[in-house]
């Protein structure tokens, strides 16, 4: 076992946010550990997207304090709209967060590592690295943008 295993992923400790007179959040207090699956549920301007964006980094907190007590997490956020290009492939989309797949011969290693992810999280998903965006149902789509997040190579992303 290392050091730092069954430490939480991030801990929010009187977290808020506000932007101008607007509060957004309000001394949230959440901890998330390894194995957890969470669910946000709210209406519009509950401050589910902004909760997502302080822990991943996107925003800063106007209070309180965001910890990773097992070191710098790299996080990604898949939200319900994907942003994904729907004119590019599959291997097209992983390069846009993959600062490593570059130069000549790009695509290869982009159709073998999106192809990877993709099984690992989706077994028998049917999902071809060449196949356009645009080609794939909604539930593909998030598929992809899911597995992207999972690929090795990608980066986090948050901005």
């Known amino acids: 076992m290392t050091a730092t295993e069954g ?41 589910k997207s902004t909760l997502v ?25 898949v939200f319900q709209e994907l942003s994904l290009c729907p004119n590019l492939t599959v291997a097209e989309n992983l390069r846009i967060s993959h600062p490593a797949l570059k130069g000549p011969g790009w695509r290869r290693p982009a159709r073998a590592e999106i192809r990877a992810a993709l099984d690992a999280v989706f077994p028998g998903h049917g999902i071809d690295a060449d196949a356009e965006v645009d080609t794939l149902s909604i539930a593909e789509r998030q598929m992809v943008e899911i597995a992207i997040g999972f690929a090795p190579g990608a980066g986090p992303r948050g901005w």
Do not use: E, M, Y
């Not at 991943?56 to 990604?76: H, I, K, M």
């Open 7 to 47: 430490l939480p992923i991030v801990t929010l400790t009187g977290a808020a946010k506000h932007f101008g007179p607007v509060r957004a959040l309000d001394g949230v207090d959440l901890t998330v550990r390894p194995g957890d699956c969470l669910g946000l549920v709210g209406h519009n301007g509950a401050g």
């Open 53 to 77: 964006n302080i822990v991943n980094g996107s925003l800063p907190p106007s209070g309180g304090t965001v910890d990773f007590p097992g070191g710098p997490q790299g996080l990604r956020s």
